[in-house]
């Protein structure tokens, strides 16, 4: 299935910043391309399943997501939140330490509470899933989308190993890290303050 529409959507989405891209970036920084690479196909392998999920049962899972809106919401800010926390606390490049980089399965699983990511799950599901659909046809809109997501998303995670040469010094690394956990933390900041304005409209 190649759609243009539909890649181009995806790359987008996918290139743009965003809590996936910002985490990829700080463990180039940090930990390298090479032990990114786990937290890097997680994100990949994660949102392409969360497509194929939501492509096969749209209307379940909108019924599903409306309900667990509030949960979900709460949870993704604080697990940001978190992850803030722990990429202030980060260490000099190549020098071990209490923080390892993002894990396969954890970084699929967190795409189940990134709400970009539920944005564009359920607008490529939304837009580009013709009506008479089957899991087949699922199945190949994910693949599309992994396969236009995973070079994107590479490129935070180059550009943040590009950078350890030149943040070897502790302050500059300092800096980094403090920069990227506030992006974090005021990405949740504002999600939280977006559905507390929702709540309060309803």
Same mark, same amino acid.
């Given at each position: 299935m190649i759609d243009l529409p539909l890649m181009?959507?995806?790359?987008?989405?996918?290139?743009?910043?965003?809590?996936?891209?910002?985490?990829?970036?700080?463990?180039?920084?940090?930990?390298?391309?090479r032990r990114t690479l786990p937290h890097l196909l997680g994100v990949s392998v994660g949102n392409s399943v969360q497509v194929?999920?939501?492509?096969?049962?749209?209307?379940?899972?909108?019924?599903?997501?409306?309900?667990l809106r509030l949960p979900l919401v709460v949870v993704g800010c604080t697990y940001?939140?978190?992850?803030?926390?722990? #990429?202030?606390?980060?260490? #000099?490049?190549?020098?071990?330490g209490r923080v390892a980089p993002l894990g396969f399965v954890a970084a699929a699983l967190f795409q189940w509470v990134?709400?970009?990511a539920w944005m564009m799950v359920l607008n490529i599901a939304i837009l580009f899933l013709p009506r008479d659909?089957?899991?087949?046809?699922?199945?190949?809109?994910?693949?599309?989308?992994m396969s236009v997501n995973l070079p994107c998303i590479t490129v935070?995670?180059?550009?943040?190993?590009?950078?350890?040469?030149?943040? #070897?010094?502790?302050?500059?690394?300092?800096?980094?890290?403090?920069?990227?956990?506030?992006?974090?933390a005021a990405t949740a900041l504002w999600i939280g303050a977006d559905e507390a304005r929702t709540l309060l409209q309803a």
């Amino acid at each position: 299935m190649i759609d243009l529409p539909l890649m181009t959507y995806v790359a987008t989405m996918s290139v743009t910043p965003g809590p996936n891209n910002i985490m990829l970036a700080a463990s180039g920084v940090n930990f390298g391309f090479r032990r990114t690479l786990p937290h890097l196909l997680g994100v990949s392998v994660g949102n392409s399943v969360q497509v194929l999920i939501v492509a096969s049962g749209l209307a379940w899972v909108m019924a599903w997501l409306d309900a667990l809106r509030l949960p979900l919401v709460v949870v993704g800010c604080t697990y940001l939140l978190w992850l803030a926390l722990r #990429q202030a606390r980060a260490g #000099q490049p190549g020098r071990g330490g209490r923080v390892a980089p993002l894990g396969f399965v954890a970084a699929a699983l967190f795409q189940w509470v990134n709400p970009k990511a539920w944005m564009m799950v359920l607008n490529i599901a939304i837009l580009f899933l013709p009506r008479d659909a089957d899991w087949k046809t699922a199945a190949g809109l994910a693949l599309v989308c992994m396969s236009v997501n995973l070079p994107c998303i590479t490129v935070w995670a180059v550009a943040g190993a590009r950078l350890r040469a030149w943040l #070897q010094q502790p302050a500059a690394l300092m800096v980094f890290n403090y920069t990227m956990a506030a992006l974090l933390a005021a990405t949740a900041l504002w999600i939280g303050a977006d559905e507390a304005r929702t709540l309060l409209q309803a």
